[in-house]
Every structure is written in structure tokens, then in C-alpha cells.
């Protein structure tokens, strides 16, 4: 039974258009927020996620799938693992407004960009709850150890989930980059 729910939780869009995308973040980052308000513009009462949310939506002649993993330490991997398959890109949420919680989103953001499944796929950071800013977007960036990121594209966005600011820029950057991503010839392939 459980290796029939696995292969059904690994479904890949089917349509050349649809984009897996998965979300990952602290506990308490606001990854569910961004989900529904990227959906519906608005947020539900939170909940915590206990294994996913997933939720299929239209943005700019693209359908998104969107997975929102939990980041629940005792289920994180065995999640990760396995839903993170197929996935064209990644979107990571840090909580700008807690300075304390930026090692811990350090450390859970490395080991995501460890993953085999992610490898290389661009990198989308929200700088979640800039309304209640603690620490700047620049700060963050070194603090998460952006910079020394060399595998694959990445930008920061300050967001939002009080107002929605940043959170479709944001989107439409990472879109972008996943374009760009399916445009370039695989480096293994060569003519003849």
C-alpha cells in the first residue's frame, strides 16, 4: 500500500506547461500562507503542515503544482525523498522577522540543495514577513550562505504574505528561470 501511495505522491505533470515546484522552509516560516494566498489570495486559519499541502493553480499560462513539505523533523526525509522527484524548481521560505531561526533555516536549506533530486534546479528564497523585518534581505542572504550557492541560479525576494508583496514576483522569477532551464541543450548530448 505504501509503495502505491509513493508512486501516486511521485506524479510529475504531465503537460509540458506544468511545473512541480516544491516548498520547503523553517517551521513557522509562512510556506502555507504563501501557498494559499499564491492559489486563492487569501490565508486560511494555519494549521501546521503535518506531511503536505499541494495545490494546483494558473500563473501566467502555467500551471503550477505547488507542494508545500513539511519541514516536521520526524518526517521531513522520508518526504522530501520522495516528493521532491521530478521537481523543475525549488522554493525555500526563511522568516525575516526571527533572526534566531536563520541557523536553523541555514542548516535545512543545505540539506535540501543536497538532495539528488533538486540538484540544479533554480532556487527561489522568500524573505518572508518583511512587514515585520528584523533582519535585512542582504543579512539574510550572507546568513543563509547564499552566496557561496554555485550549482544553479538563486534570487532573494523579500514577501510577504500580509499584503502578497513579492510573492508573484518571486514566482514569475523562478517561471523564468525554469524556461530557461528547459531551453538549454543537456551538456551530455552532442550531435553527430
Given amino acids: 500500500m505504501n509503495n502505491l501511495l509513493l508512486k501516486l505522491f511521485r506524479i510529475i505533470p504531465r503537460k509540458a506547461d506544468d511545473f512541480k515546484i516544491i516548498m520547503g522552509g523553517s517551521p513557522q516560516s509562512g510556506k502555507s500562507s504563501i501557498l494559499f494566498q499564491l492559489k486563492f489570495k487569501a490565508i486560511p486559519t494555519p494549521v501546521p503542515t503535518l506531511a503536505f499541502n499541494k495545490e494546483i493553480f494558473k ?13 516536521h523533523p520526524k518526517r521531513k526525509f522520508f518526504i522530501w525523498d520522495n516528493l521532491s522527484v521530478g521537481a523543475k524548481g525549488l522554493i ?17 536549506l543545505n540539506r535540501i540543495l543536497q538532495l539528488e533530486t533538486v540538484k540544479g534546479i533554480p532556487l527561489l528564497v522568500y ?24 550549482d544553479r ?10 499584503d502578497r508583496s513579492g510573492l508573484f514576483e518571486g ?17 551530455n548530448s552532442q550531435t553527430e
Avoid: M
Avoid at 59 to 71: C, K, Q, V
Avoid at 127 to 150: Q, R, S, V
Avoid at 153 to 162: G, K, Y
Avoid at 171 to 187: C, H, M, Y
Fill in 59 to 71: 500563473h501566467r499560462s502555467r500551471y503550477i503544482h505547488l507542494w508545500d513539505l513539511s519541514s
Fill in 92 to 108: 525555500f521560505v526563511a522568516d525575516s522577522s526571527e533572526p534566531e531561526s536563520i541557523p536553523t533555516a541555514k542548516e535545512e
Fill in 127 to 150: 524573505a518572508n514577513k518583511i512587514d515585520k523585518i528584523e533582519i535585512e534581505p542582504a543579512d539574510l542572504a550572507k546568513d543563509l550562505g547564499l552566496f557561496k550557492i554555485k
Fill in 153 to 162: 541560479e538563486w534570487f532573494l525576494q523579500p514577501s510577504s504574505t500580509e
Fill in 171 to 187: 514566482l514569475d522569477w523562478l517561471i523564468t528561470e525554469i524556461r530557461k532551464s528547459q531551453a538549454k541543450i543537456p551538456e
